[in-house]
Every structure is written in C-alpha cells, then in structure tokens.
C-alpha cells in the first residue's frame, strides 16, 4: 500500500491498505487508509475512519500529531450544501443514496467535487441537478404532476365535458 501512496495510485493503495486493515488491524494501517480515502476525494469516509482511529487507546504517539492535521484536513474538505426544497418532505437523493430527514432547509455533507442531486415527491415532477462543487445553498421547488383523468362511459355515443366544455363521446383519457 505504501508503494501504491508513494506512486500517487490512490485505488491501488486503497486495495493494498484494506487487504492489509483485514490480515492485521493496527491503527497505523487506519491512518494510511483514511489518508488514501482524503486523496481519492472521500473526504467524509476519511474523516469517520480518523474519529474511530482517535477512540482507539493504542494510538501510536509517532502518528498522534499526523492524525490531528489528517482529521483537519478531511474537515476543511467537506463542504455543507444547504438545500431548501418544496415540498418539504421531499425525498432527496445525492449520488444515488437518500439523504435521510425531512424539512427544510436540510444541510448535507459533501464530498469535494460534483454531485448528482435528484429530488422528487409523490405526485411531483422529478428535478435533477448537478451540483458544482462551488454550490453551497441551492432551492428545488418541485412542480404538481399534471394530473391524468380517465373517463370510462358505459355507452359509447355519451358526451363528455371538461369544464363545460365538449372533451369527446364514450371513452376519454
């Protein structure tokens, strides 16, 4: 793994550091892992794994300073979009996975770089939007579904009429 980091090959030294975290556990190999996650962008993984690695009683002292900047690091990364939507109870997605909660405005943790956003509701138009990775407060008010109705007449010569208006004869959607 450390060849991989040395090499600037993220994916590869994430590999190599997971196999070595599942042979042996040491809180050297969680440093390595949670600096390997920073530098492929994954910033609020990298900063979970160093909140579990400071609860840890055996942290070795020669990484103690390294593990402060490394959770500082992974904090100034993160960026908080606050997003107001409407409705409020909004089902709201980023990168595929729901954000849990409901209300608004909702602040959500953010890797760096763009994101995938879709928000949608029951009987709403679906939105989709790419956040940028400078976006920090954003507002998604979703628009009523055009409702559809369906008239089923029992004869085929009835007239029907949509607001007083002639809509067609017998069956109509």
């Given at each position: 793994g450390r060849r991989?980091?040395?090499a600037e090959r993220w994916a590869e030294a994430l590999l190599e550091f997971q196999a070595s975290e599942?042979?042996?556990?040491?809180?050297?190999?969680?440093?390595?892992?949670?600096?390997t996650l920073l530098?492929?962008?994954?910033?609020?993984?990298a900063l979970a794994m160093v909140e579990r690695l400071e609860a840890r009683s055996e942290v070795d002292e020669r990484i103690a300073g390294d593990i402060v900047?490394?959770?500082?690091?992974?904090?100034?990364?993160?960026?908080?979009?606050?997003l107001a939507v409407s409705p409020a109870t909004?089902?709201?997605?980023?990168?595929?996975?729901?954000?849990?909660?409901?209300?608004?405005?909702?602040?959500?943790?953010?890797?760096?770089?763009?994101?995938?956003?879709?928000?949608?509701?029951?009987?709403h138009t679906e939105q989709r939007r790419t956040l940028a990775p400078t976006?920090?407060?954003?507002?998604?008010?979703?628009?009523?579904a055009p409702a559809l109705l369906t008239v089923d007449a029992h004869t085929?010569?009835?007239?029907?009429?949509?607001d007083g208006?002639?809509?067609?004869?017998?069956s109509l959607t």
């Open positions: 991989q980091a040395q599942a042979l042996v556990p040491r809180a050297v190999t969680e440093f390595n892992l949670a600096t530098r492929l962008g994954r910033a609020r993984e900047r490394l959770r500082a690091a992974a904090r100034d990364a993160i960026r908080t979009l606050a909004a089902r709201v997605e980023v990168d595929g996975a729901v954000v849990e909660g409901t209300g608004s405005p909702r602040a959500i943790p953010l890797d760096p770089g763009p994101h995938a956003l879709v928000v949608t509701a029951p009987g976006d920090l407060a954003l507002s998604v008010e979703l628009v009523a085929a010569d009835a007239v029907i009429e949509l208006e002639p809509a067609g004869q017998g």
